[in-house]
C-alpha cells in the first residue's frame, strides 16, 4: 500500500527565504506523485506532479519538486517565499496503472514572515 | 463558472438528523470524489465514481451514501449524524486523460 510521510506539520520562513518542504512516499511500484496547496476555506489546487520523465519538476507559483526514487523523496522548494504562499500544503502518493485512490500527507502549514 | 461546485457550503445540524451535500462538476470528467478533512486537516479518501459507477469505497460507515444520477453529479447523503462526522467534505473530479484532481472549495459540516 501506498503512504505519505510529510515532515514537519508547521514550517515558518522568512519573506524572501527558501521554502523547502519535505515529502517521503513508500510505494512497491513506481508512484505518481503530486503537491497540492490549500488556502484558507478553500479546495486543493494541484502545484505540481510527476508521473514519468524528467525527475525535476516544475509547478505553478515558482514551486518546483525534485523525485529522488533513492531515498524514496519528493521535496517541494521555492528559492524565495512570498506571503501569498502562506498556505497548507498536501504531497500525495497514486500507484502507477493502480486504482484511482490517492493517497494525502497530514499536510504541512507554511507561514511566511514579513 | 465553478469547475466543481458544492452545496451547501456551510452545514450545522444536530445529532441523529439526515442531511446531503450536492456536488456538480462541468468539466465533462468521468472520475469523482468524496474527501473529508478532519479538524488536524488530514484529507480521506471516502469514495470514488466512475462514470456512475461506485469503484472506491473506504470502509465508510454505511450512514454515509453516495448517489451519482448522472456523470456530473455526486451526492452525498449521511443518514444518522453522530458528533464525529463533523468535518469539512471535499467533492473532486478527474478526467481520463490527466492525473490533475479537481477540488470543489468544501462543505462545513458541523454535527452539535
Known amino acids: 500500500a501506498q503512504s505519505v510521510t510529510q515532515l514537519g506539520s508547521h514550517v515558518s520562513v522568512s519573506e524572501g527565504a527558501l521554502v523547502l518542504l519535505r515529502c517521503n512516499y513508500s510505494?512497491?511500484?513506481?508512484?505518481?506523485l503530486f503537491w497540492y496547496v490549500q488556502y484558507p476555506n478553500q479546495g486543493l489546487q494541484l502545484l505540481l506532479k510527476?508521473?514519468?520523465?524528467?525527475?525535476l519538476v516544475k509547478g505553478i507559483n515558482g514551486f518546483e519538486a525534485e523525485f529522488k526514487k533513492s531515498e524514496t523523496s519528493f521535496h517541494l522548494t521555492k528559492p524565495s517565499a512570498h506571503m501569498s504562499d502562506a498556505a497548507e500544503y498536501f504531497c500525495?502518493?497514486?500507484?502507477?496503472?493502480?486504482?484511482?485512490?490517492?493517497?494525502f500527507g497530514k499536510g504541512t502549514k507554511l507561514t511566511v514572515n514579513p | 463558472d465553478t469547475a466543481v461546485s458544492q452545496t451547501p457550503k456551510y452545514l450545522v445540524t444536530q445529532m441523529g438528523n439526515d442531511k446531503s451535500i450536492k456536488c456538480e462538476q462541468n468539466l465533462g470528467h468521468d472520475t469523482m470524489y468524496w474527501y473529508k478533512q478532519d479538524s488536524k486537516k488530514f484529507l480521506k479518501i471516502m469514495f470514488s465514481y466512475n462514470n456512475k459507477e461506485l469503484i472506491i469505497n473506504e470502509t465508510v460507515p454505511n450512514r454515509f451514501s453516495p448517489k451519482s444520477p448522472d456523470k456530473a453529479h455526486l451526492n452525498l447523503h449521511i443518514n444518522s449524524l453522530e458528533l464525529g462526522d463533523s468535518a469539512v467534505y471535499f467533492c473532486a473530479c478527474r478526467g481520463a486523460t490527466n492525473e490533475k484532481l479537481f477540488f470543489g472549495s468544501g462543505t462545513q459540516l458541523s454535527v452539535l
Open positions: 510527476y508521473t514519468t520523465g524528467a525527475t
Open positions: 500525495a502518493v497514486r500507484k502507477e496503472g493502480g486504482s484511482e485512490k490517492l493517497v
Open positions: 510505494s512497491s511500484v513506481p508512484p505518481y
